[in-house]
């Protein structure tokens, strides 16, 4: 019997790694969960893991995962009540909420009026000024011409940030070192933001000296209560998109913590949060300022690092919230203990400017162990396809001591034990990050990729080596490798046998088996 009164059955608007975790919250909660599929994801976990699945359409986004009247004809046929929406997609279209509620489904999530505020960044950026929460100096008027623009850059002064104001994920985005170059980027972020958003405005924003990035998750009620979960550092980026999360942040003081949490409370309660929420800050190490970017109003990609230090179930809360009840912690109960810390592992090449990847799985082997929490949404014998993003699975790691070293080292031995053969990816480059001095030491900012990896190739490998690749290649076609994702083939190969080289051409890390680690993606057989 379900554990939320008015929600019976919840419908996941997205596929993978968030669908199947939003499936585990529904099923602590005694929820009937309903997952929905492209035809490219008919075999994939999320669609077995759910208590009912329903075809929504063809691979592209377009057709499937961005369909509304598909999407509302699915809740139909699966008797939904309520709808989740992940992160990405619909996630924050105050469209899509709105057509939910007038066909009487609730939507995990707040209410489309606080979706359109704050999804705009000048609407959002004029309500914190409104309520007192620093923002970073800019220019976000109406006027959009290129010569009102080119003054508004130099009254602020060189280097500025453009950015597009319907924005997110990089896109639309230019920094500008000095007034000869500004037109230049201003059209190409136009041309951007037009194709990603269909919205060509954009504003100006003052380049912070020594900038780290840093949120605050938020959560709020039907009842008035509007709490914090503290802080995750998020500045480590490729593209202006992040790949490592931690928290708590090395960098701020317990001082800087509280007001910037204070911040973004004021954010939350200045547009009547409901649910999950995260509230962005641009943080100065230089002065230790900090600034509002942006109010994200959907539930976070890096939201497990919260949860592993506050030991609280987000999605779960955001279903009861969603259903009316009032939040079931208050601030005073609320602790950040530890230290967790994540890593995106990505189907991409980072020494191709981290060009997406795509193509089978042949053997996938997530890392276990205490501490060690992976949320992933594909198997072996998956496609990693062009249509969808490229992220094969969120590796965390959470030391119980709060001791930051000893989190980063058992995260690289999660990352060390993780197999994955198949398309280009970044577990390489992900290793080298952790570590690295400054990066260990906590000394980075969000140009931290930039300054120490341009240029990076990966490991080099021995011409033997290569050999390996290439056989190893070869035995994963003959031995049918590419369908390990059948349980009947994974029963007949066997775990003990599968981590055999000459068996299957499994990487691993350790003993006689590490040079096969050093092969991870078949970088090198691609490359031949």
Not at 62 to 88: K, T
Not at 497 to 519: F, T
């Amino acid at each position: 019997m379900s554990e939320i009164e008015g929600i019976n059955t919840v419908l996941i608007a997205n596929r993978g790694e968030i669908a199947l975790r939003v499936i585990e919250s529904c099923r602590r909660l005694n929820l009937r969960s309903v997952a929905v599929y492209s035809t490219a994801d008919r075999d994939m976990p999320h669609v077995r893991a759910a208590d009912f699945a329903v075809e929504i359409g063809a691979p592209e986004a377009a057709a499937s995962y961005l369909n509304v009247d598909r999407l509302v004809q699915a809740c139909r046929e699966a008797n939904a009540d309520a709808v989740h929406p992940g992160y990405g997609f619909l996630s924050e279209n105050a469209a899509f909420a709105r057509r939910l509620a007038d066909e009487g489904i609730r939507f995990i999530g707040p209410s489309p009026d606080t979706i359109l505020q704050m999804g705009d960044k000048i609407s959002a950026r004029k309500v914190m000024e409104g309520k007192g929460v620093p923002v970073v100096p800019g220019y976000h008027g109406d006027e959009q011409s290129d010569t009102i623009l080119t003054k508004e850059a130099e009254r602020i002064g060189y280097p500025v940030m453009i950015k597009a104001s319907a924005g997110g994920g990089g896109r639309g985005m230019r920094l500008v070192h000095k007034a000869e170059d500004f037109v230049e980027a201003l059209t190409s972020a136009r041309r951007e933001a037009l194709n990603a958003f269909s919205d060509d405005r954009v504003f100006i924003e003052k380049f912070v000296t020594a900038p780290r990035h840093i949120e605050i998750q938020v959560f709020g009620d039907s009842h008035g209560n509007v709490v914090h979960l503290f802080e995750r550092e998020c500045s480590i980026q490729r593209r202006h998109q992040k790949i490592i999360e931690e928290s708590p942040s090395p960098a701020i003081t317990p001082e800087i913590r509280q007001a910037m949490a204070q911040a973004a409370i004021d954010a939350a309660q200045a547009v009547n949060y409901l649910g999950a929420g995260t509230v962005e800050f641009i943080y100065s190490d230089a002065d230790q300022s900090f600034y509002f970017l942006e109010m994200n109003t959907r539930l976070q990609v890096e939201h497990p690092v919260t949860e592993m230090v506050t030991g609280k179930d987000l999605v779960a809360e955001q279903i009861r919230v969603a259903a009316g009840q009032p939040l079931s912690f208050r601030q005073e109960d609320l602790r950040q203990s530890g230290h967790a810390i994540e890593v995106r592992l990505y189907a991409e090449d980072p020494a191709k400017n981290f060009m997406p990847a795509t193509g089978p799985v042949y053997r996938y082997i997530p890392p276990v162990g205490e501490g060690v929490r992976v949320d992933s949404g594909i198997d072996s014998g998956a496609e990693i396809s062009i249509y969808y993003d490229p992220m094969v699975a969120k590796i965390i790691a959470y030391d119980e001591s709060g001791d930051r070293r000893a989190a980063i080292q058992k995260l690289d031995r999660a990352l060390a034990d993780t197999v994955f053969f198949g398309p280009e990816n970044n577990l390489d480059f992900l290793r080298e990050i952790l570590a690295h001095r400054e990066f260990q030491g906590g000394k980075f900012t969000t140009g931290f990729i930039e300054q120490h990896f341009a240029g990076w190739r990966g490991p080099t490998v021995s011409p033997a080596d290569r050999e390996t690749a290439r056989l190893s290649v070869g035995l994963l076609h003959y031995n049918g490798a590419a369908n390990f994702g059948d349980p009947a083939n994974q029963e007949a190969v066997g775990a003990d046998q599968a981590r055999e080289p000459a068996a299957a051409g499994v990487a691993n890390q350790g003993g006689d088996l590490a040079p096969w680690y050093d092969l991870q993606g078949f970088r090198l057989w691609e490359n031949t």
